[in-house]
């Protein structure tokens, strides 16, 4: 399985942009697809994940503010992370990722990672 993520870049304080995950090779053996992001100087977190099944999950810190969304595909390979009223706290690099072999995150796979930084 590879992974293609894509958006981001630089966005204002309070503004939106969206970040594409797209896999590829064996894709439909992902049970779960999701975001992590990590900041300079922190810990790799979790930004927010969806299982095959449509379940979903966030992170703390951006519930409310972030949704992640998949293609209607029964075996989804592209998800999408929609993220609002962002803030400087967000920028970081964010990392796609995915399982195979369980319905939960941290996952086998990773993408490239993708930048994003708000400016205040």
């Known amino acids: 399985v590879q992974l293609q993520a894509s958006g981001g870049g630089l966005v204002q304080t309070g503004g939106s942009t969206r970040l594409t995950c797209a896999a590829s090779?064996?894709?439909?053996?992902?049970?779960?697809m999701g975001w992590y992001r990590q900041a300079p100087g922190k810990e790799r977190e979790l930004v927010a994940y969806?299982?095959?099944?449509?379940?979903?999950?966030?992170g703390d810190s951006v519930k409310g503010r972030f949704t992640i969304s998949r293609n209607n595909a029964k075996y989804a390979n592209t998800v999408y992370l929609e993220m609002h009223s962002l803030a400087p706290e967000d920028t970081a690099v964010y990392y796609c990722?995915?399982?195979?072999?369980?319905?939960?995150?941290?996952?086998?796979?990773w993408g490239q990672g993708t930048q994003v930084t708000v400016s205040s």
């Open positions: 990722n995915a399982d195979d072999s369980d319905y939960d995150l941290p996952g086998n796979y």
């Open positions: 090779g064996n894709r439909f053996s992902i049970n779960v």
């Open positions: 969806i299982t095959a099944g449509g379940t979903t999950k966030y």
